[in-house]
T-cell receptor
Framework: DTGVSQNPRHKITKRGQNVTFRCDPI?????LYWYRQTLGQGPEFLTY????????KSRLLSDRFSAERPKGSFSTLEIQRTEQGDSAMYLC???????????????FGSGTRLTVV | AQSVSQHNHHVILSEAASLELGCNYS??????LFWYVQYPGQHLQLLLK??????LVKGIKGFEAEFIKSKFSFNLRKPSVQWSDTAEYFC??????????FGPGTRLSVLP
């Protein structure tokens, strides 16, 4: 499968624990995005990387959240001291953005569903 | 505030009925426009996209969308829906130099 891969698919954790999700984008895509989706809502932007550089972080991303893309390939999203309000689907997407043309559209992964109990 | 709105939260149709889902955005500059679909239990998939040129865009599975710049709209249409079109549909706007912003989604239920 050459699409965007996310692991794990589901994660159940106790409040206060730390969790880490992984995203493997399409290899030739230079941009990687993290979004969060709650029931009945559209995806909300969290952060994105161009290659290994984290270029933007949403105000939704509190200091308990951190994302990395160390070699410009896969990315990890860590949530520290999880809260029940963190329960959501965490989506990763990748895209190829070319100067002057904009974005050709995201390819999404299947997401990681986080449940904080 | 800049935003993307979708007119209907939930649409219920019978098979073979025609579909139109509304999408409006409030960005004033150049934008790329997209419709994504999320079938039950599956990930978001791109239905169609508009960058420039002919404002009537054709996508997969018989869907099309029309960009009306003066109305800041990008409505999704399908002449005859099928039960398999039951899904959630998201409009997304990509203003130049900014990230995607998604609408809240419209849930489509097609009755057999």
């Amino acid at each position: 499968d050459t699409g965007v891969s996310q692991n794990p698919r589901h994660k159940i954790t106790k409040r206060g624990q730390n969790v880490t999700f992984r995203c493997d984008p399409i290899s030739e895509h230079n941009r990687l995005y993290w979004y969060r989706q709650t029931l009945g809502q559209g995806p909300e932007f969290l952060t994105y990387f161009q290659n290994e550089a984290q270029l933007e972080k949403s105000r939704l991303l509190s200091d308990r959240f951190s994302a990395e893309r160390p070699k410009g390939s896969f990315s990890t999203l860590e949530i520290q001291r999880t809260e029940q309000g963190d329960s959501a689907m965490y989506l990763c997407a990748s895209s190829l953005r070319e100067t002057g043309t904009g974005d050709y559209g995201y390819t999404f992964g299947s997401g990681t569903r986080l449940t904080v109990v | 505030a800049q935003s993307v709105s979708q007119h209907n939260h939930h649409v219920i149709l019978s098979e073979a009925a025609s579909l139109e889902l509304g999408c409006n955005y409030s960005y004033g500059g150049t934008v790329n426009l997209f419709w994504y679909v999320q079938y039950p239990g599956q990930h978001l998939q791109l239905l169609l996209k508009y960058f420039s040129g002919d404002p009537l865009v054709k996508g997969i599975k018989g869907f099309e969308a029309e960009f009306i710049k003066s109305k800041f709209s990008f409505n999704l249409r399908k002449p005859s829906v099928q039960w398999s079109d039951t899904a959630e549909y998201f409009c997304a706007v990509n203003p130049y130099g900014q990230n995607f912003v998604f609408g809240p989604g419209t849930r489509l239920s097609v009755l057999p």
